[in-house]
């Protein structure tokens, strides 16, 4: 997950298991990680880059993680080093300092007045104009951290684009507002304490849901990661705007519920589409965690065989694609003709 989010070419990584525990366990890893990663970002003229501001509370748990890394050269390895937990502790508060630096520059940038002239365009926001501009400059500061520390050039444009994100997840026809204002606040004040990353289980209120949809659908997002338990998360999201990267936990016997899981991104419009415009080789990568010498391997043998019925079954395809390049041309027609076809007369 870790290379992908992090690598040369970032993109952003769906994850799907049934078990909370691990689940929870693994979103709090990739947050405490992702500080790692960001101080491991190349300093700007020399000083220390922004990093999320719970990160100062978190030190101890930063610190451990630092040490598993180094342990594992599987992993996705620092460039920076620490000797000790004062020096790491010391990098994370000078980090945190220039987050309120990055906090004061962002409220110059994106004055009171610049930000009035915006609000022109939506009377129905008049009266939350103070709790309108706070959030808005909070969101752009956590997109930016997640990028480096890199604020967008059209700083006004990039508001308008959140603005209208928050719009329409946040939309409230019940209490007759455009935004429902209480969520909105509570879900800001959910993301200072957070990362790259969140969970999203059966406890998560439909209202978050809304709002973790628009964010991890915005490419330029700080949300780089959505770990989502299975049953709350494979119906009813489309969050295939920026993500064409499926993990897989905990397989289910039932090959239609991995279908479902990776329908979230593979759908009209997605990202995968676009890139598979340009070139065809491009496809949804689907990677599936299975812990060798466990029941787990068992269930996945079983799904495994399962999904090639459903895909003969839908398809026709009753060979993979590596064993159907093995087959003589004049075999081919003949596999074909004795596919079965479930397609309508």
């Not at 994370?92 to 002239?117: M, N, P, T, V, W």
């Not at 295939?240 to 991995?258: E, I, Q, Y």
């Not at 415009?277 to 060798?292: L, W």
Request: charged share 30%; aromatic share 10%; hydrophobic share 35%.
């Amino acid at each position: 997950i870790e290379g992908i989010i992090w690598g040369v070419q970032p993109e952003k990584v769906l994850v799907f298991g049934n078990f909370n525990s691990p689940l929870k366990a693994l979103n709090q890893v990739l947050n405490l990680r992702a500080v790692l990663r960001l101080l491991d970002k190349k300093k700007r003229g020399g000083k220390e880059p922004a990093i999320f501001p719970w990160a100062k509370g978190k030190t101890a748990e930063i610190f451990r993680e630092y040490k598993s890394l180094r342990k594992s050269p599987e992993c996705l390895q620092l460039k920076r080093s620490y000797t000790s937990f004062t020096q790491i502790a010391q990098a994370i508060k000078r980090g945190c300092g220039r987050y309120k630096y990055e906090q004061a520059f962002l409220r110059k940038k994106l004055s009171a007045s610049s930000f009035d002239r915006l609000l022109e365009n939506y009377p129905g926001l008049a009266g939350h104009e103070y709790k309108v501009i706070e959030i808005i400059r909070s969101r752009i500061l956590t997109d930016a951290i997640s990028r480096g520390g890199i604020l967008p050039k059209d700083v006004l444009g990039n508001a308008n684009s959140i603005l209208q994100e928050y719009l329409d997840s946040c939309h409230d026809e019940e209490a007759g507002e455009s935004i429902n204002w209480k969520f909105l606040e509570e879900e800001h004040a959910e993301t200072r304490e957070r990362g790259i990353s969140r969970f999203l289980y059966g406890g998560t209120r439909s209202s978050t849901r809304n709002i973790l949809q628009g964010q991890f659908n915005k490419k330029a997002s700080f949300l780089k990661a959505l770990v989502a338990q299975s049953r709350v998360g494979r119906e009813g999201l489309n969050l295939h705007k920026a993500c064409r990267t499926v993990v897989l936990f905990h397989s289910d016997w039932n090959p239609g519920v991995m279908e479902q899981q990776i329908g979230r991104v593979d759908r009209i419009c997605s990202y995968w589409e676009q890139l598979a415009t340009e070139d065809p080789k491009e496809k949804i990568n689907v990677r599936m965690v299975v812990f060798d010498g466990t029941y787990d391997l068992f269930q996945f043998n079983v799904l495994q065989a399962r999904h090639k019925t459903l895909k003969a079954h839908l398809f026709r395809e009753l060979l993979p694609p590596e064993v159907w390049e093995e087959v003589p041309e004049r075999l081919r027609s003949k596999i074909i003709a004795a596919a079965p076809d479930f397609s309508p007369p």
